[in-house]
């Protein structure tokens, strides 16, 4: 009964010129249609040929992989030259690596942790020696040319004749050659110690360079490079200096026995 009254108009409402209402009939409610199978299975059907488009397109023609696409807003050609420089500073760089190696090698043919074996060191004190046996052995001629000398002059005073007194000025004459030709002891150690004093320039290079790269325990492990023997096999050593480990006269005899 509600219900009817709630749709009967009122008196008043009608009085008023109002519309009645009329009965309105409830909405029907739209079933959902089901999606088609068919329309699935294509979609699904059209993403997997697109999934294998963009596979065979990544690998190629010939199913090889394909250079990976430009970056956006790099120009192709400016990334495959720097392509080519990195590769030529990479090979710069192992170009260097093998000349420090090398060089490596050479330091350590000419410098040891012994000082005996140290090839710099041991040409440069091999000179100082020749410096100062030069020297004394040019101080030992000067002497005897001044005996010499002396004793023409006391010749002089007790002989006579002109052949005598020739002969007398011939030996003065001699001696004074003698002297002349020591000076050569003055130039050789003044060019010799030139020598010497480059090599130790040279060695405290070495020396230098050695410690930027760690010193003698960097090269603990390096081979050095072998050194040509002379023509007959074997390296002179020369004259023993001092503070080598010479071999005694004594050793010598007992060679022969």
Request: with cysteine; glycine share 8%; hydrophobic share 40%.
């Amino acid at each position: 009964m509600s219900s009817f009254r709630s749709s009967r108009p009122f008196r008043i409402e009608r009085l008023s010129g109002a519309p009645e209402p009329s009965n309105p009939r409830p909405a029907t409610r739209k079933a959902p249609v089901a999606p088609s199978p068919s329309a699935d299975l294509a979609e699904l059907r059209s993403a997997i040929e697109a999934m294998h488009a963009d596979i065979r397109a990544l690998k190629g023609g010939d199913g090889s992989a394909a250079a990976p696409p430009p970056v956006s807003g790099v120009d192709p050609e400016v990334f495959r030259q720097q392509i080519v420089e990195a590769e030529r500073l990479k090979a710069d760089l192992q170009e260097l690596s093998d000349a420090i190696e090398r060089t490596k090698q050479e330091i350590a043919s000419l410098r040891s942790a012994d000082r005996g074996s140290d090839k710099l060191a041991s040409a440069s004190e091999a000179l100082r020696a020749v410096v100062g046996d030069t020297e004394t052995a040019t101080d030992g001629i000067i002497n005897a040319a001044e005996a010499i000398e002396e004793v023409a002059g006391r010749l002089r005073a007790q002989v006579s004749g002109d052949e005598a007194l020739g002969m007398i000025d011939d030996l003065f004459e001699h001696s004074t050659g003698i002297f002349e030709h020591c000076n050569f002891q003055d130039i050789t150690g003044q060019r010799i110690t030139k020598v010497v004093n480059t090599m130790e320039f040279i060695d405290e290079r070495v020396r230098k360079m050695m410690e930027i790269w760690g010193g003698d325990n960097a090269f603990a492990g390096v081979v050095g490079t072998e050194q040509a023997l002379p023509a007959h096999g074997e390296e002179l050593h020369g004259p023993a200096m001092d503070g080598d480990a010479s071999i005694g006269q004594d050793e010598i005899d007992a060679l022969f026995d």
